[in-house]
C-alpha cells in the first residue's frame, strides 16, 4: 500500500460525498464500518448510505487540508481537516471538521473499516 494509493481514495471519496455517489460510496465503505459523527452518535455503512439516498444529506462545500498518513500493514489511517457546509435533514450545518479515517486493504479494493470526527469551528 502506498500513501498516493490512499491519497486518490480520499479523493474518490470526498467527491462521492460531495455528489451524493451512493455507489461509490458503496464501493469505498466496508459493510461493518462504524464512524462516530461529531455529535458523538455512531452510524453504519447503511444509515451513511441513506441520509445519500433519501436527499437527507447535501453536501455544498467539502475542502481538505492538513492531511496525515501512516500506513501500517494493510492499513492506513488518515487524519485530516475537513471545511464542510451543507445540510442534513433541512439543518444547515457550516464549519471545520477534523476526521480520522482507517483504511483496510482487502485484496484488490481499499475500504473504510471505521472513523471518527470533531468539530473545530
Given at each position: ?10 479523493i474518490e ?41 433519501s436527499g ?11 492531511q496525515i ?53
Open positions: 500500500m502506498k500513501v498516493e494509493t490512499i491519497v486518490n481514495a480520499e471519496l470526498l467527491t462521492a460525498i460531495k455528489t451524493a455517489d451512493v455507489a461509490t460510496l458503496d464501493k469505498l465503505l466496508h459493510h461493518d464500518l462504524l464512524f462516530n459523527l461529531p455529535n458523538g452518535q455512531t452510524i453504519t455503512k447503511e444509515f451513511d448510505l441513506q441520509s445519500y439516498r437527507k444529506m447535501k453536501i455544498e462545500v467539502i475542502e481538505a487540508s492538513d498518513i501512516k500506513i501500517i500493514d494493510d492499513l492506513a489511517v488518515v487524519a485530516v481537516t475537513v471545511m464542510l457546509k451543507g445540510t442534513f435533514d433541512g439543518a444547515v450545518f457550516n464549519g471545520v471538521f477534523r476526521y480520522n479515517r482507517v483504511w483496510k486493504q482487502f485484496d484488490e479494493s481499499l475500504k473504510v473499516i471505521a472513523g471518527s470526527g470533531v468539530a473545530l469551528q
